[in-house]
């Protein structure tokens, strides 16, 4: 009697043995877990990626580097630039655009615009998915909990047909009631941990990102008033 409660208790045969509904809870769980440890490995090497570049190009610029040089490397097509660059390059041929006799606040004015409008395309890349790992973060548990509850209801119901019940009865629908809160927990806290990290560096880097359109623009001002 013991071997068989044991075998009925097993991971997969729990699986296996639950009702169609727990079951599809768990499929949609496994799914979103997956998918957000895609999004999880997909953004730590594209923000990794970022910071290395945008250290090496603020390493390059504030040497003295020829700044008309650094604009045509960055745009070139063969070139691979990083989000900052991309900023760069979008104020100084903005600004370059300008000829000699303008008034200097529009074209300074126009200027901020280009790096603006391209800062936030960048932002808009470096957090996209951001918002899938919160969601699944704050909405796996309760996916979970919702196969719970329908395994749990489902072993009481199954106590109402018997005049005698035991632990052994009741154990395997209880136990694959919280295999679909442990999938649920174990979709959420990766995708929680990693928006929370991903999160803090992309709040850096756009920190980093406007300091320098406000030094780029200082810049710039400067050499159009020289």
Request: aromatic letters at 10%; a neutral charge; glycine letters at 4%.
């Amino acid at each position: 009697m013991n071997t068989t409660v044991t075998q009925d208790m097993s991971f997969i045969h729990l699986i296996s043995s639950a009702s169609l509904l727990v079951q599809l809870v768990m499929l949609i769980l496994v799914l979103i877990s997956l998918s957000s440890w895609w999004f999880i490995f997909r953004k730590l090497f594209v923000i990794r990626n970022e910071i290395k570049k945008t250290d090496d190009f603020e390493d390059i610029f504030w040497r003295g580097v020829d700044l008309n040089a650094l604009h045509q490397r960055i745009i070139s097509p063969r070139y691979d630039s990083c989000s900052l660059e991309r900023i760069f390059a979008a104020g100084f041929g903005e600004f370059n655009k300008h000829p000699d006799g303008t008034d200097l606040e529009a074209v300074m004015e126009s200027t901020r615009r280009a790096m603006r409008a391209t800062y936030q395309r960048e932002m808009d890349y470096l957090e996209s998915h951001l918002s899938f790992l919160a969601t699944v973060g704050s909405v796996s548990p309760y996916i979970g909990l919702l196969g719970t509850v329908w395994g749990i209801m489902n072993s009481f119901r199954s106590l109402s047909s018997m005049t005698q019940a035991t632990i052994a009865h009741v154990a395997p629908g209880i136990a694959e009631a919280l295999i679909a809160t442990a999938m649920g927990l174990f979709a959420a806290i990766p995708a929680v941990v990693a928006y929370n990290r991903y999160a803090s560096r992309t709040d850096q880097l756009a920190t980093r990102f406007e300091s320098f359109m406000e030094e780029i623009s200082n810049i710039l001002q400067r050499r159009a008033a020289a």
